[in-house]
């Protein structure tokens, strides 16, 4: 069964905004992973927050975790045309070491 | 050079044909997978592999029968295939048996017609 969904399923912005969407999850996990993927490309690993973090910064990059609502937040500041790709949120649930498991993802388009 | 290579990029094919893509990596790693997104863009898990040794095989087909000669390289055999099978398949790899960073491929785009 899918394990994580991201909200929303796409969203479009000018360039220089702000881009946040939203990742739940239904079990406990060991961590979980931000992924960017450009049309046509493999995933690219963007960032990583363990079970026991609730913030983490990375460049633009900033991500919360909320265990009691077992929910993530992914920002991306200043957003520029490149940041356009689909971004996908990623588990390693507790009960299934060695499992990722991925939404569906967010589409993001950046307009100049 | 490409950390993760697999082969080939479009695969066109009939019906109840078999085919094999294939994976390669130059980091070292001790792990690859096999990962298939579908049309909606989910991407689910297949297999891994862990120096060789098959860890997870999910509920997937035995027309699926992936083959690991050597922990730098995994492939992926398909027999029999269904229109079904149509998916882009992604090969990755990490360090560890914990899948705290994974390395994918650039993907196969399979089109069963």
């Known amino acids: 069964s899918q394990q994580g969904e991201e909200d929303p399923q796409a969203l479009s912005i000018q360039e220089g905004e702000n881009a946040t969407m939203n990742c739940s999850y239904k079990?406990?996990?060991?961590?979980l992973q931000w992924y960017r993927q450009n049309s046509g490309r493999g995933l690219v690993h963007l960032i990583l927050?363990?079970?026991?973090?609730r913030e983490k910064h990375s460049g633009r990059l900033r991500v919360t975790l909320d265990t009691s609502k077992k929910s993530s937040s992914l920002l991306i500041t200043a957003s520029r045309a490149a940041d356009t790709a689909s971004y996908f949120c990623a588990t390693e649930q507790t009960d299934s070491w060695g499992k990722l498991q991925f939404g569906a993802g967010t589409q993001v388009v950046v307009t100049p | 050079d490409t950390a993760v290579s697999q082969t080939p990029k479009y695969l066109v094919t009939q019906m109840g044909n078999d085919k094999s893509i294939k994976c390669e990596q130059n980091l070292g790693h001790d792990t690859m997978y096999w990962y298939k997104q579908d049309s909606k863009k989910f991407l689910k898990i297949m297999f891994s592999y862990n120096n060789k040794e098959l860890i997870i095989n999910e509920t997937v087909p035995n027309r699926f029968s992936p083959k690991s000669p050597d922990k730098a390289h995994l492939n992926l055999h398909i027999n029999s295939l269904e229109l079904g099978d149509s998916a882009v398949y992604f090969c990755a790899s990490s360090h560890t048996g914990s899948p705290e960073k994974l390395f994918f491929g650039s993907g196969t785009q399979l089109s069963v017609l």
């Open positions: 079990t406990s996990i060991n961590n």
């Open positions: 927050i363990r079970s026991n973090e």
